[in-house]
């Protein structure tokens, strides 16, 4: 399957974009779309636990399965003001 | 007075009854930075009777890209005080409490209790949850917003709706996250979300419209795009889920306490642990660095170190390593003259770091 990746602020700027596309095996949960993104960003690795993933707009756990053409967005929490 | 607020008084939701509620209403404004100037400056212009400042803070020159607060001959001034100025200048019917503080957990709850509505503008994780936590507490809104380069959030916090720690838990590792000063912000953005901020909070303080609870705004200034995301109250959440473990708002910890500054040295087993807040500087040459480095790690050979030291951020806590210890302590040492306060270097370098990882092989 494929999904769309939209990144923001700090997640945004190590991945290199803001918006991408990841091809996932069917069953892939969005854990595995988050591990997939950090084997292509080993940086983000230490942002896995603050960062929240919203799936077709809807923030939701690790656990949650995907489908094809879903889009997550990867939301780190940012601190400034 | 009321001829002030004439534009608003034609506004149905607002009127008359609107107008005497927001100048009977109190706002606490946390931070008078780049979100709290356009913040404060709408909540004055509004007739918002009673507003605090939070800041403990002076202005400097390079706050002035984007604090439209202030003017160049505030600098050196505290900006509670600043501020202050600015809005009486602005609104004399509006009464300001300058609070030349820090916003911390001896004042938060006291602080919040005195107000309708408080605008987190601040810009350090450990204040933001105590915001949220001292606001749920005490049962007043917590309109939030945080900015990013070109990113900005916003969402509104209460006590009948998901807070910030069901949203975010966790803060990231200290030092993963640039603040404005050390990763940059355009500065309009800070304009866009603070009058962002104001208005959901006018709102708020009004009863009218939809609040942006359970929705996270986001504003792409440099796409030209926001988008929302929504979220539930999380069961586990610590401060108001089924079994809260946060009963009082009391700074969380946060920070680089884990390793002592004042050594010069790591050991190889403690550096997995320092890795999680401290950044690994790999000042091996290139011919030394055959199968790669660590992830997340900075690579500067010694060699260059003099010429790319600017590259680096002295804000931020460096390990410092190389092939077997010996011109990381060096470099190290470099780093300090230079104005570095948080470095230390690998005892024994990545070879002896990899003799206790089987899984790493850096020769
Ligand atoms: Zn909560």
Request: charged share 20%; aromatic share 4%.
């Given at each position: 399957m494929t999904v769309r990746v939209l990144a923001f602020a700090r997640v945004r700027e190590i991945l290199g974009s803001n918006d991408s596309t990841l091809t996932l095996n069917d069953g892939a949960r969005v854990s595995d779309a988050w591990a997939a993104v950090v084997e292509r960003a080993p940086a983000l690795a230490p942002l896995a636990r603050s960062t929240r993933v919203a799936r077709n707009g809807e923030i939701v756990s690790g656990e949650e399965p995907l489908q094809d053409g879903d889009e997550l967005a990867l939301l780190p929490p940012s601190g400034g003001g | 007075m009321l001829r002030r607020y004439s534009r608003h008084l034609l506004i149905p939701e607002v009127g008359l009854a609107g107008q005497r509620r927001l100048s009977r209403a109190r706002a606490l404004v946390v931070g008078a930075g780049g979100l709290g100037s356009p913040a404060l400056q709408y909540l004055a212009a509004a007739g918002v009777g009673r507003i605090g400042i939070a800041d403990d803070d002076v202005v400097d020159e390079t706050n002035l890209q984007r604090q439209?607060?202030?003017?160049?001959?505030?600098?050196?001034?505290?900006k509670a005080q600043a501020a202050a100025e600015r809005i009486t200048a602005l609104n004399p019917h509006v009464a300001v409490?300058?609070?030349?503080l820090r916003f911390d957990e001896s004042n938060a709850r006291p602080l919040v209790a005195l107000y309708d509505v408080v605008l987190d503008?601040?810009?350090?994780f450990p204040t933001r949850y105590l915001v949220n936590d001292a606001c749920v507490l005490e049962g007043k809104p917590d309109v939030h917003a945080s900015i990013f380069r070109f990113d900005g959030q916003i969402g509104v916090f209460t006590r009948d709706h998901p807070c910030y720690r069901c949203l975010y838990p966790e803060p990231p590792p200290a030092g993963s996250t640039p603040t404005c000063a050390e990763?940059?912000?355009?500065?309009?953005l800070a304009g866009i979300v603070g009058t962002w901020q104001a208005n959901e909070a006018l709102k708020s303080l009004l009863g009218i419209g939809e609040l942006l609870t359970g929705r996270l705004m986001l504003v792409d200034a440099l796409a030209g795009r926001t988008r929302e995301v929504r979220y539930e109250r999380d069961?586990?959440?610590?401060?108001?889920?089924?079994?809260?473990?946060?009963?009082d708002a009391r700074e969380i910890?946060?920070?680089?306490?884990?390793?002592?500054?004042?050594?010069?040295e790591i050991e190889p087993d403690a550096l997995d642990a320092a890795l999680r807040q401290w950044t690994l500087l790999d000042v091996r040459e290139p011919h030394e660095a055959v199968l790669g480095s660590l992830d997340g790690a900075v690579a500067l050979p010694a060699s260059e170190l003099e010429a790319r030291?600017?590259?680096?951020?002295?804000s931020r806590s460096y390990v410092v390593a190389c092939r077997v210890g010996v011109k990381s302590r060096w470099a190290a040492q470099r780093l300090r003259d230079a104005g570095f306060t948080r470095v230390r270097h690998l005892k024994g370098g990545l070879l002896g770091y990899a003799a206790r990882h089987d899984d790493f092989a850096f020769f």
């Open positions: - | 439209t607060i202030f003017s160049t001959a505030d600098i050196g001034r505290p409490d300058a609070l030349q503008c601040s810009d350090r990763g940059g912000v355009l500065g309009v069961p586990a959440c610590a401060l108001c889920g089924e079994s809260p473990t946060v009963n910890a946060y920070g680089e306490a884990e390793l002592d500054a004042t050594l010069d030291l600017h590259e680096l951020d002295s």
